[in-house]
């Protein structure tokens, strides 16, 4: 088969040659249809053993590839809930498989969480890389069965591949507990994550979801997805917080920070003193921080700041029975398709 393999920290991919793989007894064969290229690729595969080398990345040459669908080829010996022809997305998160996190269920809480095909996130990562080798990049790669998700007929291969992000913005609104009616503001509205996060907080029924960005025609676009919920807000108009606070009365249940690691932490403590008491502040961005917490004000207020890493299996299928219910609506999502040879 042909898989597109980096042999060298800040060089090209390279198209190679190599065997398709056997799949484990608990593993599947996946004939990869679509794999999104992450905005972050770039400075995963350039900057990251210098900029994070607490986070691993896999022994070169390897293949890379996050958030991939396609269709079930061959099956191990030991499954049983999937068939070739089955149409799947693959939840590229691993963990180790034997400790407590991962008999739970809470696999990105295991110290060798590893994403397949991008970066691991402990010393145990190399392992889970050895095991796992084969990404999106490649025609073909394996995973383990508990990794995968049904797709219902009416999600394409390519909006599949947006789970990544869309699932992320999934779990943190989950831990934030957001119920219909209450309202929430995301801190970077006008990005991948943050477009998602608007999707979903209209989904989950917020009554005012306030989308905070520096794109204002982005923010046209997103008021236009529900002019009576969606407020937007430009970072650059004002004080960010005393805007929200002028729509949004005592302030919003739920703040959702979805800004980059190269953006300016002070835009989130801005954006979080918009959180009314009892509230929930969601991490999922990785702003460079740190940020600053006053103890005294967040006992008194009640409040919370969360940290949420990518979602679990479970949370993906939810997601993809949302869309097949109509309840998560993706149709706003462009997809620009482009060849293996081009990557």
Do not use: E
């Given at each position: 088969m042909q898989a597109a393999r980096l042999h060298e920290i800040g060089g090209r991919f390279i198209v190679d040659h190599i065997p398709v793989p056997t799949p484990g007894p608990h593993d599947v064969l996946i004939k990869v249809a679509a794999s999104g290229i992450i905005p972050n690729l770039k400075n995963v595969t350039t900057h990251f053993p210098e900029w994070y080398p607490f986070l691993p990345l896999p022994e070169l040459p390897a293949i890379f590839g996050l958030d991939s669908a396609g269709t079930v080829a061959a099956v191990g010996s030991a499954v049983t809930v999937f068939k070739p022809g089955d149409r799947v997305y693959v939840n590229p998160g691993i963990g180790c498989g034997e400790c407590r996190w991962c008999r739970e269920g809470e696999t990105p809480r295991c110290q060798a969480y590893t994403f397949m095909g991008y970066f691991g996130f402990g010393p145990g990562s190399q392992q889970v890389f050895k095991r796992y080798p084969y990404a999106g990049y490649g025609q073909y790669m394996t995973a383990h069965g508990n990794n995968l998700v049904r797709l219902p007929e009416c999600l394409s291969f390519a909006l599949a591949t947006r789970f990544g992000y869309l699932g992320t913005a999934y779990?943190?609104?989950?831990?934030a507990a957001l119920r219909p009616s209450q309202s929430v503001l995301i801190l970077g509205a006008s990005g991948t994550l943050g477009v998602g996060a608007t999707l979903l907080a209209l989904a989950f029924g917020a009554a005012r979801v306030v989308v905070v960005?520096?794109?204002?025609?982005?923010?046209?676009?997103?008021?236009?997805?529900?002019?009576?919920?969606?407020v937007p807000v430009l970072i650059g108009d004002g004080v960010i917080h005393e805007q929200v606070l002028a729509q949004v009365p005592g302030g919003v249940d739920v703040m959702l920070d979805t800004l980059g690691a190269k953006a300016p932490a002070h835009l989130s403590v801005d954006a979080m003193q918009a959180v009314g008491r009892g509230g929930r502040i969601v991490q999922i961005g990785g702003v460079a921080g740190p940020i600053p917490i006053d103890p005294h004000p967040f006992m008194c207020a009640q409040l919370q700041y969360i940290g949420s890493l990518w979602f679990t299996t479970a949370e993906a299928e939810e997601m993809a029975r949302m869309v097949e219910s109509g309840i998560l609506d993706l149709s706003l999502l462009e997809s620009h398709a482009y060849p293996l040879e081009r990557l």
């Open positions: 779990s943190a609104i989950r831990k960005a520096r794109d204002a025609d982005a923010l046209k676009r997103l008021k236009a997805l529900d002019p009576g919920r969606v």
